[in-house]
């Protein structure tokens, strides 16, 4: 698949962030349970935690492809991160956009 210019910026952030912040002590945060707080608050600054979220509402407004690149690029460095990722654009913040109220989308958004 050809990604496009915006897809593949999003790729090879992510991979960069991957392997600079990720990378070095995932083995390490697994073995000792840590919740890595710190590194979930980066992928927020990143932009990666508001992908599905509408640019309205403080987001990205980012394709499927483009939140399948990062979470694939993260999850090759760190699945815990891959799914918290996954999990807060899909479980989370994708059913309020897409089921929410305007209030809660307001009170709730941006990421």
């Given at each position: ?9 999003i ?8 392997i600079?912040?990720l990378?070095p ?12 707080l710190?590194l979930?608050?980066?992928m927020?600054?990143?932009g ?26 993260i ?33 709730t958004c941006?990421?």
């Open positions: 698949m050809i990604l496009s210019e915006t897809q593949t910026m790729q090879e952030t992510a991979r960069n962030f991957a600079a912040e990378a002590e995932a083995a390490l945060r697994d073995q000792q349970e840590i919740y890595p710190d979930i608050k980066r927020r600054d990143l990666f935690l508001g992908m599905v979220v509408p640019e309205e509402l403080g987001g990205s407004s980012a394709d499927a492809v483009s939140l399948c690149v990062a979470i694939e690029e999850g090759a460095a760190d699945a815990t991160c891959a799914v918290m990722l996954s999990a807060y654009n899909s479980l989370f913040v994708g059913n309020l956009v897409t089921f929410g109220s305007q209030f809660l989308q307001e009170k941006p990421v």
